[in-house]
């Protein structure tokens, strides 16, 4: 195991953090240590016998609207409770990859809420601010990530549910794409906007999370595979989208700071800042539980509601009943609203990378929630709750700490399947990896294919930005077998051509990068006569496809081979200094 400790040291180190921070507010189920420690064994088995593991002994907490085998499913309501025999493909994923479950999370009942207070387990208080509210409805796993109980939780996202705790407990919440993650096994709220969230401390984590995680399920009709054209990261220079002065000035000043703060780091980092008017993203989250589509609640649990109106939580009741009353043709009518919307917010992201907006406008105390149930509720999901109904991927993040300890994030949205993309801008906001050492693994389970470059396509180089355009990722550095000599064929911007030779060939440096299918289409378009793309033999063995010239396109062009590489040969050309004199002394790695 890693310096962290094995999964049972991992394990009873959590079980002493529950015991310390004596909050039983946050959990509905918490498994006996014997039992996770077992499980956490049983990781460091595997991981003994070679297996290769993701997750190796991080500890996990379930909202408990997620299936765990052997643990009652509540949503919060102790009548409805029943025993699940088998685990949510969600959290038989993550277990697979080495998480030991510690135990199932409070939430607001039925996941119907932002706040965290509408539960009989009880209220999940702020970490910090024991007076406010945790948010919700994923109170309790925001809040076990956040007293470092857990390494990763599960958390629903229907209206904001995985994105408002985040904000408010200072950890990282990832909304994926709708569909991505199996939403089998877990209690709906609305089907077709339900998703599965993740909390994590860090960026990379959570993103490890998510490649474990996507990908469709059988029986789950919802659930979606990454396309072929699927973005693996962010341009080095990506542009983000800052709502307008008209926006900001509706916000309180700490939700004003954490946005400036967010736009000072990523100018920072290289961003390009560009103020947009968000009202096309903003407006469509009115539409859904101010229209008709709060009727798919009822669909959902409403008859076992009226059934069990004594078992539900008032405000719950109160909501799912009214959405009951809600006609068909007002269903209809707000889908059409909805639609008009569509355009409008695709052409504002087709411009961006990423759009920028606070993840919440405020941080009600309990006590004022208690006295608004409807109206705290409903202010919170401002900037969240448009997100499933126009198809975004989206990442919360914290910016900020007012001197009392609140926590203020924002998140960071796309259209679907931008995930890998805004978890590359939200890392230029946290300071930390956006993903592991090995970008391969940073994006498994994603359409890639691995591509050698030798010139001007490479980081730094003048046409790396229509690369990255195309959704490409870094992997690493590569040195080719000793078989191919590398020619200047000028043009603006210069380029290299590689190419193979019976003998006399040297070993070029150069960058493997991975590419979404989709993309080789426009990338081969631009190649110039004479350039185009074979099997590149490295000297690792491996015969990736990489960038190669014709013999008659290199004839009479400078041969550079001596450099050992595109790099240093530009190098050179400012202080002439070629690493050897000669193709044979130039082969290395």
């Not at 949510?88 to 080495?98: E, I, N, Y």
């Not at 109980?149 to 599960?154: C, E, G, I, S």
Request: contains cysteine.
């Amino acid at each position: 195991m890693s310096a962290a400790g094995t999964a049972v040291e991992r394990v009873r180190a959590a079980y002493a953090r529950v015991a310390a921070a004596d909050r039983p507010e946050v959990w509905i189920s918490l498994r006996p240590q014997a039992e996770a420690e077992a499980d956490a064994a049983a990781v460091d088995a595997r991981v003994a016998a070679g297996e290769d593991l993701p997750l190796a002994g991080r500890t996990l907490a379930v909202k408990n609207n997620i299936d765990v085998a052997g643990i009652p499913t509540t949503a919060a309501c102790p009548d409805f409770a029943f025993t699940p025999a088998a685990d949510a493909p969600a959290v038989a994923r993550l277990r697979a990859a080495g998480c030991i479950v510690l135990g199932a999370t409070n939430l607001d009942q039925f996941a119907t809420g932002l706040v965290g207070t509408r539960s009989p387990y009880g209220a999940v208080r702020d970490v910090r601010r024991p007076e406010y509210v945790s948010g919700g409805s994923s109170s309790g796993s925001a809040v076990a990530v956040a007293l470092r109980v857990a390494d990763l939780a599960l958390g629903t996202d229907t209206a904001g549910s995985g994105r408002v705790p985040a904000s408010f407990q200072g950890v990282v919440g990832l909304k994926p794409t709708r569909g991505l993650v199996p939403t089998l096994g877990v209690v709906p709220a609305c089907r077709d906007l339900d998703c599965v969230s993740v909390f994590a401390a860090d960026v990379a984590l959570a993103r490890t999370a998510l490649t474990v995680l996507a990908g469709p399920a059988d029986g789950d009709p919802t659930s979606r595979a990454w396309p072929a054209s699927t973005p693996l990261g962010a341009p080095a220079a990506p542009r983000v989208g800052v709502p307008d002065d008209a926006l900001l000035a509706t916000l309180d000043a700490p939700v004003r700071t954490a946005v400036a703060t967010a736009v000072a780091l990523l100018a920072a980092a290289g961003a390009v800042v560009v103020r947009v008017d968000a009202a096309p993203v903003v407006d469509a989250g009115a539409l859904l539980y101010g229209g008709a589509f709060v009727a798919q609640r009822y669909a959902a649990f409403g008859a076992w509601a009226d059934a069990h109106p004594g078992s539900v939580d008032p405000t719950v009741l109160r909501i799912v009943q009214a959405a009951r009353e809600v006609p068909a043709h007002a269903y209809v009518t707000d889908t059409e609203r909805l639609d008009a919307l569509r355009p409008a917010a695709a052409a504002l992201l087709a411009r961006l990378d990423a759009l920028l907006l606070p993840t919440v406008p405020e941080q009600p105390t309990i006590a004022a929630v208690a006295a608004d149930p409807i109206g705290a509720n409903a202010r919170l999901g401002r900037f969240t709750n448009g997100c499933n109904l126009l198809d975004l991927a989206a990442i919360a993040v914290p910016v900020h700490e007012e001197p009392d300890g609140a926590q203020v994030g924002v998140t960071l949205l796309g259209p679907a399947f931008t995930d890998h993309v805004l978890a590359d801008v939200a890392a230029l906001l946290t300071g930390g990896p956006s993903s592991g050492p090995a970008a391969p693994q940073a994006v498994a389970g994603v359409p890639a294919q691995p591509v050698v470059l030798f010139g001007a396509h490479m980081s730094g180089l003048p046409l790396n930005p229509a690369l990255t355009a195309l959704g490409a990722r870094l992997v690493g550095l590569c040195t080719t077998a000793p078989v191919y000599r590398l020619h200047d064929l000028g043009g603006a911007p210069r380029r290299p051509g590689a190419v193979r030779v019976a003998d006399g060939g040297g070993a070029i440096d150069g960058e493997v990068w991975l590419l979404p299918p989709a993309a080789f289409g426009p990338l081969l378009a631009s190649i110039p006569p004479g350039l185009g793309l074979g099997a590149v033999d490295l000297a690792d063995g491996s015969r990736p496809i990489g960038f190669l010239c014709e013999a008659a396109a290199a004839a009479g062009t400078p041969d550079v081979t001596a450099y050992g590489g595109w790099r240093a040969y530009l190098d050179s050309l400012a202080t002439p200094s070629p690493r050897s004199a000669t193709p044979e002394t130039a082969v290395h790695g």
